[in-house]
C-alpha cells in the first residue's frame, strides 16, 4: 500500500466514518480476492473495516455495482450483509469501504440458519427475470436485461454471451456451440415454471462469512431475479456446503424432483466463466454435461 493511498483512506473514513484524520491507520494486504487488491484496515481504537481497491478503468463502476447488490439484499432483511462504509474513486482507482465481519464458528446450526435465509431469500421475487441494470460476475460483465421467461433469460442472457466469448478466444469450437443448441431444446422440461427468485448470483463457498454470532454474511453478490437452482448449484461447484444446510433449505423451499439436473444445467454459466477466465481446464466438464443432456 502506497503512502498516498493511505492518506486517502484516511481522508475517505475521516468523511465517511469519522476517523480522526491525525490518527495512522494499520492497513494490511490480504488475500482471498481473484480481481482486486483487499485489505484490513485497523486504527489505534481498533475500528476495523474491509477495503478493496481495482482499476477504475479497466472495470467501470465495479463497487458501485457491487454496492447496488448489497443494498438490494440488504433491503430484504433475509440475510446480512456487510454494511457499506464507502464507495468512491480515487485518482484511477475505485476503493470499496465494508464493515469489518469478525469469524464466528460453523456450526450446524449456522448451515441450518443458511439454509433458512437462502430459502427466504429466495422467495422474494420480481415480475420478471433479469434485473434493471447490468453487473458483473466475476472479472466478466453480466446481462440482465429481463426476460419474462427463464429459458429464455437463461439461454440468451447466461450461456450464449459467454459461448461466443469461447469460440472467439478458440477455447470452444462450432460443433460445441451444436451441442448446445440441442441442449437448448430440451430446457423447457428440465425446468418447469416458478418464479423469479432474487438470486446471489455468485454463491460459491468463497463467497460467504460466519460472522461472531454464528450467522451467515453474504459478500461479492452478482444479483438478478433468476432461477433458485443457480445458486442452489453453485454450492456444488467446488465441494459442497454442509449437509444441514441443504435439509434446511428443502425444509423451507422444496426442492423439485430433478433438482440435481437443474443443477448441473446451472452450473454450465459459472463453467463458462472460467473456461473463459482460467482457460482449457474447464472444457471437459462443460462438454460432460451438454453431452449427457
Known sequence: MSLGISSTLTEVLARSAGVDIASPLQIRAIGGGSINATYHITTSSNRQWFCKINDAGRFPDLFVLERQGLALLEA???IRVPRVI???NIDQDQVLVLEWIGEGLRTNVFWQRFGEQLAALHRITAP???????NYMGALPQSNTRSPDWVDFFIHQRLQPQISLAIGKG????????QFQRLYKA???IFPKEPPALLHGDLWSGNFLCDEHNHPVLIDPAV????RSVDLAMTTLFGGFERPFYEAYAHHYPFP?????QWEICNLYPLLIHLNLFG????GNILHTIQRF
Open 76 to 78: 430484504t432483511n433475509a
Open 86 to 88: 464507502a464507495c468512491e
Open 128 to 134: 420478471s427475470f433479469g434485473l434493471e441494470h447490468q
Open 171 to 178: 477455447l470452444l469450437d462450432h460443433r460445441d456451440l451444436q
Open 187 to 189: 430446457l423447457d422440461n
Open 224 to 227: 438478478y431475479y433468476g432461477h
Open 257 to 261: 424432483e430433478n433438482h440435481r439436473e
Open 280 to 283: 482449457q481446464s474447464y472444457r
